[in-house]
């Protein structure tokens, strides 16, 4: 079960990214469409999910009841380097990109 948790955490995460990316390159470029708003959308999604759980993402917490020994590393497959600063890197690329749009 772990190995599917993981699977779909490291999925989401890189769709969220991904996400991310895209709103800030949107909002760089000044580019909009059909995919700009479902990635704003989804950003969005994601803002109210972890504020909703108190800035932990409900799939980690499933990960650590099925033995994940630290939700935040070892419940997705993704390098240890990379996933401490996740949060804080896309948060900032996300409000700016966000910002951009709205200006």
Do not use: D
Not at 22 to 39: F, K, N, P, Q, R
Request: hydrophobic share 55%; glycine share 6%; charged share 10%.
């Amino acid at each position: 079960m772990l190995f599917w948790i993981k699977s779909v955490h490291t999925a989401v995460f890189v769709l969220m990214s991904c996400s991310v990316m895209y709103v800030l390159y949107c909002g760089i470029t000044g580019s909009t469409g059909m995919v700009t708003w479902v990635a704003v959308a989804l950003v969005v999604l994601e803002v109210i999910i972890y504020t909703i759980n108190k800035c932990r993402c409900p799939l980690t917490q499933l990960a650590e009841r099925y033995g994940a020994e630290n939700g935040t590393v070892s419940s997705m497959f993704l390098p240890k380097l990379l996933v401490p600063h996740a949060l804080r890197v896309f948060t900032v690329m996300g409000i700016i990109g966000l910002l951009l749009l709205a200006f």
